[in-house]
């Protein structure tokens, strides 16, 4: 027996004279999306029914059946009232997370269902919500002609692959979905183990660590200034008629390629970028057992306020931890390196370079451009230096190209760093350096308005 009406079977056949099921569907859904004090919203339905239909329907049967349709109280309704996400939010079969390839990375074979294996999880969303879903993941051996297995079984998961012991990300798979990018080169490998991880992150950091400094140190070749890029010449004459005396100026124009200054100063005196060098460290306080270590920490940071360089230190501060840590940025950075530097010991700093270099320091291209970098003391620690040799040589406003330059970047950035103390004290000496380069590139990222997806061959 019909459950549908005589009565509501004849309304359908009226319409369906009209409309075909599927103009149906299309004229109900756009009318679900635009507005209905739309004076436009028929003319518009029709016009794209026509089109996508090759119909020659008029506004006048649009209109009666949006009309008809949209009254709840016409019977019958070709639309439900239930909310699916209702029903189907509970369900992990509606939530299924699939491999980002069908492809073996090895053999290139294509793999299909009778390779898949299903894992339930648990998918917790950035609103709070915690949501049932199904892992799908396709697992492939290669045999050879007796059948018999050669090597591990190869596991495709929906952003990794995984063979043996190690879990192998590349571009493609940590961009598969809604997933968010890890970061490092084309290809991490990570351990399975998480007992192994402690000793896995502390044999990378040499290399992501270089990687970082040649990155950030070169940020405005590589990324692009952190700032609307202007001319670096500061000395431009203004004639305004406030005043008897032209206003001295800097330069509002835009550099040309390659260079710090705009068209028309390109013979002007040679300044450079500015990066502070500071000592003003907050310690952490890191426990084991029942002893308690502290460290310190080192950092260059560019007058825009980018991390280009940093170091832990164990002990009280020396010049030669300082020294050390110029010297690797220079290796790494190349030219990228600044000419000028601000440090709040520059003093010592500068006579210890200068005596050593050939002696105590290896006279090395590296230690050659170290001497040649001019130190100053920046301005909120040269009220301190009273002597007459730091008065003469090491002044920040001996220098003109100084006088817009933001020398205490570095301590406003160890301000920013004391919120993540507590979580620096929890690591250990293995994990702590890795966590200090993943927040350190992340807050240079934010700074130069980059998303955190971004991926740079270096």
């Not at 004090?37 to 029914?49: A, E, G, Q, S, W």
């Not at 002893?291 to 280009?308: E, G, P, T």
Request: proline share 5%; hydrophobic share 35%.
């Amino acid at each position: 027996m019909s459950r549908t009406s005589e009565s509501e079977i004849q309304v359908l056949i009226n319409f369906y004279r009209l409309f075909h099921p599927m103009e149906v569907s299309f004229v109900m859904d756009l009318h679900t999306r635009l507005a209905k004090l739309d004076p436009t919203r028929i003319t518009f339905i029709t016009d794209h029914l026509r089109k996508l239909f090759n119909s020659q329907h008029k506004e006048s049967d649009v209109r009666a059946l949006i009309s008809f349709f949209s009254n709840p109280n016409n019977k019958p309704q070709i639309k439900h009232a239930h909310n699916l996400e209702d029903i189907l939010m509970s369900h992990p079969q509606t939530h299924p997370i699939l491999p980002f390839t069908e492809q073996c990375p090895v053999c290139n074979i294509t793999l299909n269902s009778d390779n898949t294996r299903t894992k339930e999880v648990s998918i917790y969303t950035d609103c709070g919500q915690v949501l049932p879903g199904i892992v799908y993941y396709l697992r492939w051996h290669h045999a050879n002609n007796s059948n018999e297995e050669i090597a591990e079984p190869i596991l495709i998961y929906p952003n990794y692959t995984q063979q043996k012991n190690m879990k192998k990300f590349t571009i493609e798979s940590i961009q598969h979905g809604s997933y968010v990018y890890l970061g490092g080169g084309s290809i991490v490998t990570i351990p399975k183990e998480i007992d192994q991880f402690n000793l896995w992150a502390w044999s990378q950091y040499p290399r992501l660590l270089s990687r970082f400094i040649y990155l950030w140190s070169n940020h405005k070749t590589l990324i692009g200034p952190s700032r609307w890029r202007i001319c670096r010449t500061k000395y431009v004459d203004y004639l305004s008629s406030d005043f008897t005396k032209p206003l001295v100026i800097g330069c509002w124009r835009t550099p040309i390629r390659h260079s710090i200054h705009c068209e028309i100063h390109q013979n002007s005196r040679f300044s450079t970028e500015v990066t502070a060098v500071t000592s003003a460290m907050k310690r952490y306080k890191l426990r084991k057992r029942k002893l308690k270590r502290s460290f310190a920490l080192l950092a260059m940071v560019s007058n825009c306020k980018i991390i280009v360089s940093y170091a832990e230190i164990f002990r009280s501060e020396t010049l030669r931890e300082i020294v050390q840590l110029l010297l690797n940025t220079i290796r790494i950075a190349g030219d990228a390196f600044p000419k000028i530097a601000c440090y709040d010991d520059g003093c010592h700093l500068v006579r210890s370079v200068h005596k050593n270099v050939g002696k105590l320091i290896v006279d090395t291209p590296a230690s050659n451009v170290l001497k040649s970098t001019r130190f100053y003391i920046d301005k909120s620690h040269f009220k301190n230096h009273v002597g007459d040799w730091c008065k003469k040589n090491m002044s920040p406003y001996s220098y003109h190209d100084l006088d817009l330059i933001n020398t205490q970047c570095a301590e406003q950035c160890f301000a920013w760093l004391k919120r993540y103390a507590a979580i620096i004290s929890s690591l250990g000496w293995m994990r702590a350096p890795l966590y200090l380069l993943i927040l350190f590139h992340y807050k240079n990222l934010s700074t130069c308005h980059v998303r955190p997806t971004k991926h740079f061959n270096i």
